[in-house]
């Protein structure tokens, strides 16, 4: 099959070396021209220095990228997506089935990425659309390290289609669900808590704290998965519990890496200004702190890193507040 990617970042060349080793012709699309020319010149993926089939091309043409395949995967940061889906529609001439391996909440709106693709793409161009997700650091993926995610989309063929493009039975294995909104919103949700995990560890905390903070996380994710009439079933799944355990624990988290530093005493922007690719966690915060609020729901965790974020409020400070809190029932609402 022929599939083009809409991000020749880290993890859009992480999922093309998994197409490209099943077989597939993969075209990428980015905007960036060092990042086009590093593809077809050099072979390597820029962001993580680290090489990729020769089999994968690179455009700067986004009509090219488009016309190449009936299959669309966009691996762009949520802030960049709504501007990504325009240079694609308006040069869309045929239907295509979208995939997106981006994870956010569009703060804004708290708008979920399948509801962005439908609202931006005409319906008689949107043959389906599918999103990936799952424990997956595409540090490891682009070596060929075994990863298990999950391809969603509410027509199970079409969960059925990206499953059989990407699953192997070497080191890729793909299931499949139709539970868009609890894995949209699941694999969203987990990197504010990425975030709050690196914080505590830059400031100095071990793992019991990091054990309570991935459940005490999972249980605000499904206040808001109540909240929002999800299905709080799907967080017991890979793009639910199995993404919260892997960037809450791993060093290839960008959010865990933001957070640590912020928790280790540096400055909120400049961790921020340098990191070379995306934390999505801070705009997720901001989406899911104001849902709280406007739907009156208490999600302290989720206050505190907006606090830190927003607010400037110090780490120390934020600590403290979590800890005075009235004691609970751990079931209370
Ligand atoms: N990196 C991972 O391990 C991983 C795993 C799962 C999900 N994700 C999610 O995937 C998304 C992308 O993350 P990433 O790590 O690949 O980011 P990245 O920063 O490594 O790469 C993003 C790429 O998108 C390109 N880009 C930006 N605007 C564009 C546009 N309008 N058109 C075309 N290309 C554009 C950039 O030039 C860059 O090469 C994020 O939502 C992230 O949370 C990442």
Redesign the pocket.
Known sequence: MKITI???????L?LGTVLSQNKHDVLV????PK?VDKINQKHIC??LNESIPKTIKATNS?KEAVSFSDIILF????K?LR??IN?VTDVLTSPKLFIN????IEPETFMRISEIFEEMVQPNYLRGFVTL?GP????E?IKGMTTVITATSLNENHAKEVQELFHNSVNFRVYTSTDLKGVELA?ALK?IFALASGLIAGKGLGDNARAALITRGLVEMKKIFQAEGANVQSLMSLPGIGDLIVTCTSK?S?NFQAGYKIGNGKDLEETLNAM???V?GIRTCEAAYHYGQKNNLDLPIISAIYDIVFNKMDPEKAYKELFEREKKNEYAI
């Not at 691996?75 to 949520?78: A, F, M, Q």
């Open positions: 809409i991000g020749g970042g880290s993890w859009g992480g699309y980015d905007n960036a990042i820029l962001q986004v691996v762009v940061p949520t960049v501007s990504a240079s391996a981006a994870k956010g997700s997956s650091h595409a540090e993926v694999g990197n290839h960008r070379t690719m995306v999505e």
